[in-house]
T-cell receptor, first 111, second 117 residues
Framework: SQKIEQNSEALNIQEGKTATLTCNYTNYSPAYLQWYRQDPGRGPVFLLLIRENEKEKRKERLKVTFDTTLKQSLFHITASQPADSATYLCALDTGGFKTIFGAGTRLFVKA | DARVTQTPRHKVTEMGQEVTMRCQPILGHNTVFWYRQTMMQGLELLAYFRNRAPLDDSGMPKDRFSAEMPDATLATLKIQPSEPRDSAVYFC???????????????FGEGSRLTVL
C-alpha cells in the first residue's frame, strides 16, 4: 500500500540556519506532492505544491525539491526563524485528487 | 475570507453514544475530505466526496462510521456507537478539482476534537 515516511523525530535548529525536512514515499508515482504547515490545535495550511515534471520550487524562504527516481522530496526553510516552529506535513496525490499525508515532522527553531 | 467551518470544535461523550460532526466546505469547492488525526497514526484519510458523491471511503470503519453530503454546503461524519479508540481530531478539508482547475491545494477546517470516555 501507499506509504509516506517523514522523520518522526523532531528537528531542532538554531535561528538563521537552514532547516531541511525529508519526505520519502513508496508504491506510487504521484502527479504532484505538497507540503503543509500545522500549528498546535489548528488545521494544516498549504505551503507549496511541486509537480512530477518539476525538480524544484521556491516561495520566499521555502524551497522544495522532488526526485521521482528516488521517490523523495526535500523541504528547506532558509534563514529560519522561531515563528517557523511547527509541524510540517508532506502529502501526495494518489490519483483523482485523493490526497494522503505523512505523519509530519516537528520543527523547533531556537532563538 | 473563505474558509472551511467545522462543528463542534470539541466533543466529549461516553462510549456507545452517537456522535455527528459537521463541515461546511468553501463555496464552489467540489471535493470534500474527512481525515482523522492521532499521535500514533498521523493524518488518515477516512473518506472523500466529489460533487457530493462518495468516491472512496475505504479508510473508514464501515460498521460504525458513515459520511454523507446532504447538500453542497454540508458534509457530515457520524459515529454510532462511539468507542474510546475513536478519540482523535477529525478534520474536514475541501478543494476544487476538474480539468484545468485543480490547484491540488486542500483547505482545512480547524478540526473537531473528539474524546470518547
Amino acid at each position: 500500500s501507499q506509504k509516506i515516511e517523514q522523520n518522526s523525530e523532531a528537528l531542532n535548529i538554531q535561528e538563521g540556519k537552514t532547516a531541511t525536512l525529508t519526505c520519502n514515499y513508496t508504491n506510487y508515482s504521484p502527479a504532484y506532492l505538497q507540503w503543509y504547515r500545522q500549528d498546535p490545535g489548528r488545521g494544516p495550511v498549504f505551503l507549496l505544491l511541486i509537480r512530477e515534471n518539476e525538480k524544484e520550487k521556491r516561495k520566499e524562504r521555502l524551497k522544495v525539491t522532488f526526485d521521482t527516481t528516488l521517490k523523495q522530496s526535500l523541504f528547506h526553510i532558509t534563514a529560519s526563524q522561531p515563528a517557523d516552529s511547527a509541524t510540517y506535513l508532506c502529502a501526495l496525490d494518489t490519483g483523482g485528487f485523493k490526497t494522503i499525508f505523512g505523519a509530519g515532522t516537528r520543527l523547533f527553531v531556537k532563538a | 475570507d473563505a474558509r472551511v467551518t467545522q462543528t463542534p470544535r470539541h466533543k466529549v461523550t461516553e462510549m456507545g453514544q452517537e456522535v455527528t460532526m459537521r463541515c461546511q466546505p468553501i463555496l464552489g469547492h467540489n471535493t470534500v475530505f474527512w481525515y482523522r488525526q492521532t499521535m500514533m497514526q498521523g493524518l488518515e484519510l477516512l473518506a472523500y466526496f466529489r460533487n457530493r458523491a462518495p468516491l472512496d471511503d475505504s479508510g473508514m470503519p464501515k460498521d460504525r462510521f458513515s459520511a454523507e453530503m446532504p447538500d453542497a454546503t454540508l458534509a457530515t461524519l457520524k459515529i454510532q456507537p462511539s468507542e474510546p479508540r475513536d478519540s482523535a481530531v477529525y478534520f474536514c478539508a475541501s478543494g476544487l478539482e476538474g480539468s484545468g482547475k485543480n490547484t491540488g491545494e486542500l483547505f482545512f477546517g480547524e478540526g473537531s476534537r473528539l474524546t470518547v470516555l
